[in-house]
Nanobody, 121 residues
């Protein structure tokens, strides 16, 4: 599975961006998916995840109410709508394929190349 992120950029605090993750292959619709991010000097962290059918999603506390994860299985594409962006949201954002076990998301070792999001104050 190949994952390709796009949509990153430079935005002022309070602004919005929409990230996309395009997946190759025929298994997209049966996999849970997620967005992670990694800021300089920090560990990669789970931002949001979504079930294979899109009916359930989970968010990190730091982005709840500001970010929305979604997917379109007809287009093999996942999205992350980011509103009310803060400087602390600055990071490289990665999409990931995985699986849910109960209410917990577990990642497979499938990663895109990442897209840079920079939020200026």
């Amino acid at each position: 599975v190949q994952l390709v992120e796009s949509g990153g950029g430079l935005v002022q605090a309070g602004g919005s961006l929409r990230l996309s993750c395009a997946a190759s292959g025929s298994t997209f619709s049966i996999n849970a998916m997620a967005w992670y991010r990694q800021a300089p000097g920090k560990q990669r962290e789970l931002v949001a995840s979504i079930t294979s059918g899109g009916g359930r999603s989970n968010y990190a506390d730091s982005v709840k109410g500001r970010f929305t994860i979604s997917r379109d299985n007809t287009k093999n594409t996942m999205y992350l709508q980011m509103n009310s962006l803060k400087p602390e949201d600055t990071a490289v954002y990665y999409c990931n394929r995985g699986i849910y076990s109960g209410n917990y998301y577990h990642s497979y070792d499938d990663w895109g190349q990442g897209t840079q999001v920079t939020v200026s104050s």
